[in-house]
């Protein structure tokens, strides 16, 4: 028997058929078109499905179910999409539309959080009981697991870690909110602050790669420059790890996981950010002689989202 | 059937016997006489569970467990208290000192997390599967509880809500770091910011009521004051709520519960707390359109301690 997850994003619709042990057999996409508007955008999805059985020549009895990450806020019990700001989508009956097409159970998360559920079953976050995972890219979203299963509130709309208030009355949130972590510890916060770096520095390492000009900055860049020791970018990277490690410690005097686990686009910087987060961390930490959460990359990179949708049935 | 709760604090041990409705049936308490060190302190707690019983006329057959609410950590696995800043307590081994004396099963669990179990089971968060206590006195304690149970963490150091960090680079705290939640949501702060405002204005109700004497000065006269209209008081009561509610948005986003009640010494502000707070809370919630957690005075006061104490054998 398989599941299928797919990974809903704005740009590509990348779905995969998994077996037990949680492996993608195969992959299947297609482009979103988000001005088409919810209702073709789930009938593609449910098509997917059918694309993705017939090039693994499985039948649709050997598919036990779907799941689908969101990248907003899904109401699993009703199977309505309540919110998603970059897909532009308010109280969407997915799972109605969804079943008209291909009539298997659905299941509905959010991304981060279906991420952060993969791999805690597959990945790096493998036997852990308690664990949270953090994408680090245009936002910063978080996936819970508590005792192995998801964790996302009582009404779903937990687990927004990108919404904790790390500076009060600080920086212009898009949640309406000052100050909320996200601001400073995204990859968006690094493209923010190396341009000003550039701006700043000329002479920097930042400003030659990106031929001065501030919108081909890149976080990758910074990350970059600042592995190589250019000044400018060792500055931005200190002051996000600063902010970054805060966000960790709550978290860590909070929930006390066995492990925080790294993903999205800025923990592709690997050991280099790991290593000065830990360095940081141990300076902050509350029970110095207890044993603490680790931080790791996480493991499954992209695949993370597919893996984590299509365990949605058994781990919900 | 009966089981026993034990509330230790720095200045009294109480301890209550408590039927399987969560009720108090009946209460002792000696002096914890800190000075003497662990061990006399632990034979205390059990001797105090047979005065207890010989009062209620019960027999010892008749109680099936005991529990302990400790002011710092303790590991229920190992039944070693960690680490009691308080009470100067390091690995100290509770259960086996106190089951020499008074042989039941013991459970222990910081006083926090205690106290928020009771408020889930037989109080305020009563019928919440998600709930959040806080108990807002000399620092910011917390008590998290998921699917009806106590949620600690992997290495029993979770729900330390006080020590999340609201300001980055802010005020110094005790645990070592700087910028914690605890140290603008206490009634410490409170306190601090009330003598601050007495220096700054002699003419304030403050100064009145504490007769100028800054070691006069309490949480409780300031909220009094700033209740009364006092100008210099209603600003620190202002930016009081501002930091409470701060971190009660982080709490939102983080865990979605259905109620975060609030407990300790200044919630005896009662209404004019929580109206001011909700009234924040309005403006700075992400989801708006989306039920979210209300906020409530814990309803058991000071003998949450003993009910959730009572209560770890059957929900831990």
Known sequence: MYTIGIDLG????AAGLVDKSGQIT????????????????IVDMAKLCRTLITQAG??????????????????NDTGVVVFCTNLGWHHVPLREIFQRIFNKPLYMENDATVAGLAEAVAGISKDCKNSIFLTLG??????????GKVYSGSHHVGSELGHMIVVVDGEQCTCGNKGCWERYASGTAIINNGRKAMAKHPESKIAKDADGDPEKVTARIVLDAAKAG??????????????????????????????????????????FLVKAVREELSKLIFYKDVTYARVEIASLGNDAGIIGAAMMGSRA
Chains 1, 2 share one sequence.
Do not use: Q
């Open 10 to 13: 704005g740009t590509n619709i």
């Open 26 to 41: 195969h992959k299947a996409s297609v482009p979103t078109h988000l001005e088409r508007g919810p209702e073709p955008i």
């Open 58 to 75: 499985v039948s649709e009895d050997e598919v036990e179910n779907v799941g689908i990450g969101i990248p907003g806020i899904a109401n």
């Open 138 to 147: 245009t936002g910063l979203g978080g996936g819970i697991v508590i005792d």
């Open 230 to 271: 250019d000044p400018a970018a060792v500055e931005v990277f200190r002051e996000y790890v600063k902010y970054l490690t805060a966000g960790i410690v709550s978290l860590i005097n909070v929930f006390d996981p066995e492990i925080i686990s790294l993903g999205g686009g800025v923990s592709g910087a690997g050991e």
